[in-house]
């Protein structure tokens, strides 16, 4: 059976894969705090932020912390990079909307159109490590047409923890092998093979800026990999 045929579900990583967190990230902030007079090199807490996200979803899966929603665990580490930065003393409201940023992120330019697409032939939602709230609130604001959201909140498990990928079968009664993990990031869809989902890789070569290192090409020989959303709707029959 061809995977076209098989798959019934296409799950998809968001924060790199369907939308530019960083870029979203550095233009949302530094328009914001231009506004506000807060001069920060809005750039560098992007990338000091975001390494602090495997780190703290660490902390969760290795039990140092009971299970955090990533909201939570953003806002923790955002006051440690503005800290970092030398940043002035925040009210919490400003520190609030710092932090939802995350909220309001911008899909790449390919993302919607290849989405829509794929939506007339499959269920398709994030299997995304951000809480339900942030995942439906960027989906309003970057117009996402998702059917579902299988946020891990769901799971109380943040990937590559194989509860979230079977997770996801479990709530669609499916088989592994009739949901697909569409990703930019190697590892994710390693752990999602493991589970027995079929992968889809689509590279973000500029996702952490110029000069990327990682994720470049697929690392593995996935069932499908695609130029972008598009090809990948294309590749997939629709």
Known sequence: ?????????????????????????VRDLSAWGAARGLDL??????????GRYDPQKARVRSGELPWTNLDDLHRESLVD?????????????????INRVWHRLAAWPDAVAGLTRLKTRYVIG?????????????????GLPWDHAFSCELFGHYKPDPETYLGV???????????MMCAAHNYDLAAARECGLRTAFIPRPTEHGEGQTKDLVPED??????????????????
């Open 1 to 25: 059976m061809s995977v076209q045929s098989e798959v019934k579900v296409i799950v998809f990583d968001t924060f790199g894969t369907v939308v530019d967190w960083r870029g979203s990230i």
């Open 41 to 50: 090199d809005w750039t560098r807490l992007a990338d000091l932020w975001r």
């Open 81 to 97: 990079v503005l800290a970092d930065l030398g940043a002035p003393p925040l009210p919490d409201a400003d520190l609030d909307h």
């Open 126 to 142: 994030p299997l995304s490590n951000g809480n339900v709230a942030l995942l439906v609130n960027m989906a309003k604001a970057a």
């Open 169 to 179: 079968c479990k709530m669609m009664y499916a088989a592994p092998s009739e949901v």
């Open 221 to 238: 020989d996935w069932d499908i990999v695609a130029a972008d959303m598009n090809d990948l709707a294309r590749q997939m029959g629709v």
